[in-house]
């Protein structure tokens, strides 16, 4: 016989489906986490039995097929519900149980708090199994785009572009109309009415916007998903998307905190830095940033919660060829923190006469005070020229949180190497999520799901990268004697088990090979 030959459609198999599962299979591991777990406690919504109908599915069958789904690159609800008709390991995490796709739609988006808390559930469970060291964490962020195109989202600019464009064209359908009313062409008439008409609304409709925009004080206003804003991705490319926020431990670089915004990395360090101590239980730990989240607000904040931060300098002011030369930048002034002044390259002391400044932000929380310091040598100084372009002299602004900013930039300088090693824990989980998995977009609209989705995506990632460290059988291991208050009580289970065995003892006799079982 040439070739190996497959066993025959109509032959007769007396198999189960555990048969079809191995060992270190991954289902067993999503099977044993989502039944050990009391899912009302951690918040999700359960379906309830109505006073008609059919009975509704288990909570826990919609969370397996979403970390199965997830785990292998399927997200959409149509999809989900054609592998629970013919994937086999599907059929046996589920009992060959089939939702419908509508039902496992609502289970996403109706649970996205408690699918965050089921995200910081199993990062204490890594935590609890040593896969999680606490002492150096690494923060990035990266954009997922938004469930909303650019032609849905408007700021000020935008809409005076679309009004004047409609003012312009407006003007120009009234002069052919005039023209055409000499001619008394009716049909070419009606035409143009008709393209006037649909100009003004799209007016209204323009107007609508800038009235909202004026309302909600926010710089742009996104028509499809609300939350959804414009966020610059990489260079001068901008997407209308969210900022995905996460903190990874050095350890196995696993994901230890994350969360969703709608803005970029600025004022983002110490809530999410704050997250990752209250997720580890931590009192204190050291956290890994670039220089997209250096704000001395949130240096500030950090420095407060004992967290130690690195967060990489940047360029403090700009030398050109008419201003400021490279020997004189901010960063070649030497501060005094006795006398509470600065000495100038020249030797030059510049004072403050001790009055605070407030410097104004977009939005409330995002503004500081800060004192200004000068001095009246500037004015006979002969390399004035390359120090500023000021008439009255150098002038340096030293802010509120300086103190905190000096003292990382100085981690910064003495810990290059650590500093380094940021990049080799996070920048790969970025890469495996949104370029192997496909996950550059979210599904769902509003940042409290897409919250949701993303700790899901998370959650996943951690599950999948604490298998390929441990292996399946030695993490169900440590999930068996993982000690958690989350824990789902088995008590009923122990006894329903029991009680279907004494009714069997009953129905087919007793011998004394059969297992008995104490219901007191």
Same mark, same amino acid.
């Given at each position: 016989?040439?070739?190996?030959?497959?066993?025959?459609?109509?032959?007769?198999? $007396?198999?189960?489906?555990?048969?079809?599962?191995?060992?270190?299979? /991954?289902?067993?591991?999503?099977?044993?986490?989502?039944?050990?777990?009391?899912?009302? &406690?951690?918040?999700?919504?359960?379906?309830?039995?109505?006073?008609?109908?059919? /009975?509704?599915?288990?909570?826990?069958? !919609?969370?397996?097929?979403?970390?199965?789904?997830?785990?292998?690159?399927?997200?959409?609800?149509?999809? %989900?519900?054609?592998?629970?008709?013919?994937?086999?390991?599907?059929?046996?995490?589920?009992?060959?149980?089939?939702?419908?796709?509508?039902?496992?739609?609502?289970?996403?988006?109706?649970?996205?708090?408690?699918?965050?808390?089921?995200?910081?559930?199993?990062?204490?469970?890594?935590?609890?199994?040593?896969?999680?060291?606490?002492?150096?964490?690494?923060?990035?962020?990266? &954009?997922?785009?938004?469930?909303?195109?650019?032609?849905?989202?408007? =700021?000020?600019?935008?809409?005076?572009?679309?009004?004047?464009?409609?003012?312009?064209?407006?003007?120009?359908?009234?002069?052919?109309?005039?023209?055409?009313?000499?001619?008394?062409?009716?049909?070419?008439?009606?035409?143009?009415?008709?393209?006037?008409?649909?100009?003004?609304?799209?007016?209204?409709?323009?107007?609508?916007?800038?009235?909202?925009?004026?309302?909600?004080?926010?710089?742009?206003?996104?028509?499809?998903?609300?939350?959804?804003?414009?966020?610059?991705?990489?260079?001068?490319?901008?997407?209308?998307?969210?900022?995905?926020?996460?903190?990874?431990?050095?350890?196995?670089?696993?994901?230890?905190?994350?969360?969703?915004?709608?803005?970029?990395?600025?004022?983002?360090?110490?809530?999410?830095?704050?997250?990752?101590?209250?997720?580890?239980?931590?009192?204190?730990?050291?956290?890994?940033?670039?220089?997209?989240?250096?704000?001395?607000?949130?240096?500030?904040?950090?420095?407060?919660?004992?967290?130690?931060?690195?967060?990489?300098?940047?360029?403090?002011?700009?030398?050109?060829?008419?201003?400021?030369?490279?020997?004189?930048? $901010?960063?070649?002034?030497?501060?005094?923190?006795?006398?509470?002044?600065?000495?100038?390259?020249?030797?030059?002391?510049?004072?403050?006469?001790?009055?605070?400044?407030?410097?104004?932000?977009?939005?409330?929380?995002?503004?500081?005070?800060?004192?200004?310091?000068?001095?009246?040598?500037?004015?006979?100084?002969?390399?004035?020229?390359?120090?500023?372009?000021?008439?009255?002299?150098?002038?340096?602004?030293?802010?509120?949180?300086?103190?905190?900013?000096?003292?990382?930039?100085?981690?910064?300088?003495?810990? /290059?190497? %650590?500093?380094?090693?940021?990049?080799?824990? =996070?920048?790969?989980?970025?890469?495996?999520?949104?370029?192997?998995?496909?996950? *550059?977009?979210?599904?769902?609209?509003? %940042?409290?799901?897409?919250?949701?989705?993303?700790?899901?995506?998370?959650?996943?990632?951690?599950?999948?990268?604490?298998? =390929?460290?441990?292996?399946?059988?030695?993490?169900?291991? &440590?999930?068996?004697?993982?000690?958690?208050?989350?824990?789902?009580?088995?008590?009923?289970?122990?006894?329903?088990?029991?009680?279907?065995? !004494?009714?069997?003892?009953?129905?087919?006799?007793?011998?004394? *090979?059969?297992?008995?079982?104490?219901?007191?």
């Amino acid at each position: 016989m040439q070739y190996i030959q497959g066993i025959s459609r109509n032959q007769l198999q $007396v198999s189960s489906l555990e048969d079809t599962i191995s060992a270190d299979n /991954p289902v067993r591991f999503i099977d044993a986490f989502v039944g050990s777990i009391d899912l009302e &406690k951690l918040g999700f919504t359960p379906r309830v039995l109505k006073s008609e109908g059919r /009975p509704s599915f288990d909570t826990r069958v !919609f969370l397996k097929i979403y970390l199965y789904g997830y785990i292998n690159g399927i997200r959409s609800s149509r999809r %989900l519900e054609k592998e629970c008709l013919r994937n086999l390991e599907m059929q046996w995490l589920l009992e060959a149980i089939c939702p419908n796709y509508h039902s496992i739609a609502d289970f996403r988006k109706d649970n996205p708090k408690a699918l965050k808390q089921l995200f910081k559930l199993f990062v204490s469970f890594l935590k609890d199994a040593d896969l999680i060291s606490g002492k150096t964490i690494a923060i990035d962020g990266t &954009k997922s785009r938004a469930h909303n195109s650019k032609k849905a989202n408007f =700021n000020q600019k935008k809409i005076d572009k679309h009004l004047a464009y409609i003012e312009a064209k407006t003007q120009e359908y009234l002069t052919a109309l005039e023209q055409n009313d000499t001619q008394e062409n009716s049909t070419t008439v009606t035409n143009i009415q008709q393209k006037i008409e649909r100009l003004k609304q799209n007016k209204i409709n323009y107007e609508l916007l800038e009235e909202q925009l004026k309302a909600t004080g926010e710089p742009q206003i996104s028509t499809t998903d609300p939350d959804a804003r414009a966020l610059l991705v990489q260079g001068q490319v901008v997407e209308v998307s969210y900022n995905i926020q996460a903190a990874v431990d050095d350890k196995h670089n696993l994901v230890v905190a994350t969360h969703t915004i709608n803005r970029n990395d600025k004022n983002a360090l110490s809530a999410i830095a704050i997250e990752a101590k209250e997720n580890l239980k931590a009192e204190t730990f050291t956290v890994l940033v670039d220089k997209g989240y250096h704000n001395g607000r949130e240096i500030e904040t950090c420095k407060s919660n004992s967290i130690t931060t690195i967060v990489a300098h940047p360029d403090q002011g700009k030398s050109n060829e008419n201003g400021t030369q490279p020997d004189y930048l $901010v960063s070649k002034f030497i501060y005094n923190k006795e006398n509470n002044t600065y000495t100038c390259p020249q030797g030059q002391i510049l004072t403050t006469s001790g009055s605070w400044h407030k410097k104004t932000g977009r939005t409330e929380d995002s503004g500081y005070q800060f004192q200004k310091y000068r001095t009246s040598a500037c004015k006979t100084c002969l390399v004035k020229d390359q120090c500023t372009s000021r008439k009255g002299g150098r002038e340096i602004d030293r802010s509120q949180y300086a103190e905190a900013v000096e003292q990382n930039h100085q981690r910064y300088k003495d810990n /290059p190497q %650590l500093y380094r090693k940021r990049q080799e824990i =996070n920048e790969h989980i970025f890469g495996t999520i949104k370029r192997k998995w496909g996950y *550059n977009y979210t599904d769902l609209i509003g %940042l409290e799901k897409v919250n949701g989705e993303h700790s899901l995506i998370m959650l996943v990632y951690n599950i999948k990268r604490s298998i =390929n460290i441990l292996g399946v059988p030695d993490l169900l291991a &440590k999930l068996h004697a993982w000690n958690s208050p989350y824990k789902r009580k088995f008590l009923f289970c122990l006894k329903t088990t029991c009680l279907k065995l !004494f009714l069997t003892q009953i129905s087919f006799g007793t011998d004394q *090979n059969t297992p008995k079982c104490n219901l007191a």
